[in-house]
Antibody, heavy 122, light 107 residues
Framework: QVQLQESGPGLVKPSETLSVTCTVS????????WTWIRQPPGKALEWIGY???????KYNPSLESRLTLSADTSKNQVSLKLTSLTAADTAIYYC????????????????WGQGTMVTVSS | DIQMTQSPSSVSASVGDTVSITCRASQDISTWLAWYQQKPGQAPKLLIYVASTLQSGVPSRFSGSGSGTEFTLTISSLRPEDFATYYC?????????FGPGTKVDLK
């Protein structure tokens, strides 16, 4: 059974950098698209980006200039770094698996972590 | 980016009712559409993918239809555990985008 567990700092100051980690168990780090999705309080979901095969990344253009996704396969972890934080980055950050199709591409987020709440405030 | 809209934004229903939610994409996404259910304090849960395929373990009272730009999620014989918010999501193009959600609450 695939399980994802996010961990984050909880509270971050404006202009600082957010670091969140997702620990993956029950699946290969190399064969899935590990995706970050966030949800501001009371609002809809926003796709942040994915990392695949430990190094191939794709980012939401709206965040690309501030975002870095990475993976540590020895620890079965994927990580998100988001710089220059503002209050608009306050959200629950979810790690999810974007299910890979045999012929290529992906079709849906079939496994989710429980999410970690991040508040940007001084 | 592909914009996703949902209607209605909320619906009040009773146990046993049938509820339908519409999702529209700003461009043709074929059948690359997924539906999720989210309850308060929980992560979203995948219900349906490629517009009409039920995810393993999801009850058959949930069904999806549509292609192109218009899609429908139907919940038949609503049960108490179905009161939640439902999101559609396009899987045709990056960045992936979600609809704004439809809240199904108790009448």
């Amino acid at each position: 059974q695939v399980q994802l567990q996010e961990s984050g700092p909880g509270l971050v100051k404006p202009s600082e950098t957010l670091s969140v980690t997702c620990t993956v168990s029950g699946d290969s780090m190399d064969s899935s698209y590990w995706t970050w999705i966030r949800q501001p309080p009371g609002k809809a979901l926003e796709w942040i980006g994915y990392i695949y095969n430990g190094r191939v990344t794709k980012y939401n253009p709206s965040l690309e200039s501030r975002l870095t996704l990475s993976a540590d396969t020895s620890k079965n972890q994927v990580s998100l770094k988001l710089t220059s934080l503002t209050a608009a980055d306050t959200a629950i950050y979810y790690c999810a698996r974007d299910r890979a199709l045999i012929r290529g591409g992906t079709d849906a987020f079939d496994v989710w972590g429980q999410g970690t709440m991040v508040t940007v405030s001084s | 980016d592909i914009q996703m809209t949902q209607s209605p934004s909320s619906v009040s229903a009773s146990v046993g009712d049938t509820v339908s939610i519409t999702c529209r994409a700003s461009q043709d996404i074929s059948t690359w559409l997924a539906w999720y259910q989210q309850k308060p304090g929980q992560a979203p849960k995948l219900l349906i993918y490629v517009a009409s395929t039920l995810q393993s373990g999801v009850p058959s009272r949930f069904s999806g239809s549509g292609s192109g730009t218009e899609f429908t999620l139907t919940i038949s014989s609503l049960r108490p555990e179905d009161f939640a918010t439902y999101y559609c999501q396009q899987a045709h193009t990056f960045p992936r985008t979600f609809g704004p959600g439809t809240k199904v609450d108790l009448k």
